[in-house]
């Protein structure tokens, strides 16, 4: 699980018929140092989530990537590579990691 910040949503012209009618965000993962300095843009490169949740621009949310982002799907998996799990209403960083 990864904390993103939501930056944009994404429109298709082609979808698949599985995710047909889902809602897709423009996500830009945030490392550490993103985390620790919230005031600063977030330098990693976007990814395109997948989001039941309706976040809007600007939260921050949880997200899975690979194969864990299909698994809610199970046994009917989707091709889908990042879902949004959660919005995250606070978020809090205590210390450096080392």
Known sequence: ???????????????????MGTQ????VPM???DLQNLD???ASE???VY??????VGEWIAFSEGVEAAMPFYPNLKP?????????DELTV?????
């Open 31 to 33: 490392e550490l140092d």
């Open 80 to 88: 889908i590579d990042a879902y949004g799990a959660a919005i995250i």
């Open 51 to 56: 989001d039941p949740l309706s976040a809007a």
């Open 46 to 48: 976007e990814l395109v």
């Open 94 to 98: 205590e210390g450096a990691l080392t």
């Open 40 to 42: 600063t843009e977030p």
């Open 1 to 19: 699980m990864r904390i993103g910040k939501v930056i944009g949503n994404v429109t298709l012209s082609r979808v698949h018929d599985s995710v």
């Open 24 to 27: 897709w965000k423009l996500v």
